[in-house]
Every structure is written in C-alpha cells, then in structure tokens.
C-alpha cells in the first residue's frame, strides 16, 4: 500500500484548504492530524465503498471526505479553517486489518 499526500499549505483563519491523498489501490481510508505535543487524532473516514463518511465532532460542518476511485485518490475539503486545525494532516488506509500511513502533509492556519 502506498499513499502520497499534498495540498497542505499556511493560510489564513477563514480560509480553505482542499488535501489530497492519492493510493496504490482501493481501500477504506481516513485522514487523521497530529497538533505539536499532542497524540495524532482522527479526522474523517470513508469506507470503501464510499456509501458511509465520518468525521470528527471538531471537523463536522467544515470539512468534508470524498474519494475518485478512478483517480485512486481521497480527498478533504477543509472549509473555515481555524488556528486549531493546525497540524501535520496524514492519510490513512486499512488493507486486511492493517493499517497503513502517508507521510503527511503540514497544514498551517494564522489567526
């Protein structure tokens, strides 16, 4: 399982964002984040199919997951960033019941 991870970049509070993580194949996939001293939590998830999407109480409303199969890719359109949302951003895909990471993609929001 590979996975390649871009669109992370400094923005301003308000602003969006859209990442982007593109997969060796197709799986079940999630974004999870990772805030300086703080342990990497989950963000959103989409299931292989693409028929059920979860997110994060804190994301609900703001962002949003999808997939193109054809493209082998995920996505997370992150709208009204806040400074808070400001982490490193890693893609996550679960193959057999394992689980398999990206290598991350910085997201920076500025007050």
């Known amino acids: 399982v590979q996975l390649q991870a871009s669109g992370g970049g400094l923005v301003q509070a308000g602003d969006s964002l859209r990442l ?3 997969t060796s194949g197709r799986y079940a996939m999630a974004w999870f984040r990772q805030a300086p001293g703080k342990e ?3 963000v959103a998830g989409i299931t292989w199919s693409g028929g059920n999407k979860y997110h994060n109480q804190a994301v609900r409303g703001r962002f949003t997951i999808s997939r193109d199969d054809a493209k082998n890719t995920v996505y997370l359109q992150m709208n009204t960033l806040k ?8 893609c996550n895909a679960r193959k057999g019941g394992a689980a398999h990471w990206g290598q991350g993609t910085q997201v920076t929001v500025s007050s």
Request: charged content about 30%; glycine content about 0%.
């Open 40 to 42: 990497r939590e989950f």
């Open 20 to 22: 982007s993580c593109t």
């Open 83 to 90: 400074p808070e949302d400001t982490a490193v951003y890693y």
